[in-house]
């Protein structure tokens, strides 16, 4: 089977792309696959931008193509936070529980209806000599009050998504990958390649 390179060291993002590829008759590697090599730091100010950063030095790295993801949650009660900084955002050993925490505890007093959020993602394509290509998927929802459910990974336990009337994590992985941000992304990234001509090989 072909492969595509996710340049990712995140386990809940390296199981989304598996299954969302898999369709598509495409293996996914992740940086998993490859321990020797670094973290990038992610200094941009936009997912787009850290995208390209990691997509570009990992392609480099490995003179091969490669996608990134870039992705975060961003709530409107605060201004837009956590942002880039959703692996990050209670600390730089990237805690899940602990970001939730703090997420919950700045919400506090937050009436439902100014929960409003929304999970993004910016994947970049990049190959060495070539233009890299950028998509970007959104998925509406709100912040819960507390937990539920205990698939996916990250802020998927408080984050409500409306059409489907459940929490991310008590999606099905197949039910959370056909709306996720991840997914539109995806769509779109398939969408541009097809317009070119191309594919992901
Ligand atoms: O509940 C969630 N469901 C999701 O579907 C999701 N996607 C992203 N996120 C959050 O945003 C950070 C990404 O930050 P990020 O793009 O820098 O990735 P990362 O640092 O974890 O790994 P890498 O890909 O950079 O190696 C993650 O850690 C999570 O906190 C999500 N949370
Ligand atoms: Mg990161």
Redesign the pocket.
Known sequence: MESVI?????K??AK?FEKLFLPKGLVVKT?LDYAEIE??E?TGST?EE??IL?AETIANNLGVRVI??????EIDALEGR?G?Y????AGSE?N?EN?IDKVLDELQGVPESERTAR?C?ALAMAEPGKETLTVFGTCEGRILNERRGTN??????I?YVETEGKA??ELASDE?NKI???ANAIRKLDDLLQKRGESHE
């Open positions: 996710i340049a990712t060291k995140n809940g993002k989304e940086l973290d990038v992610e997912f850290n995208a990691k990134a993801d870039d992705s975060g949650l956590p880039v959703s692996a990050r955002y990237k899940d970001n999970f993602c996916g990974f990250g802020y998927d336990p984050f991310m994590a959370k996720s941000h991840r």
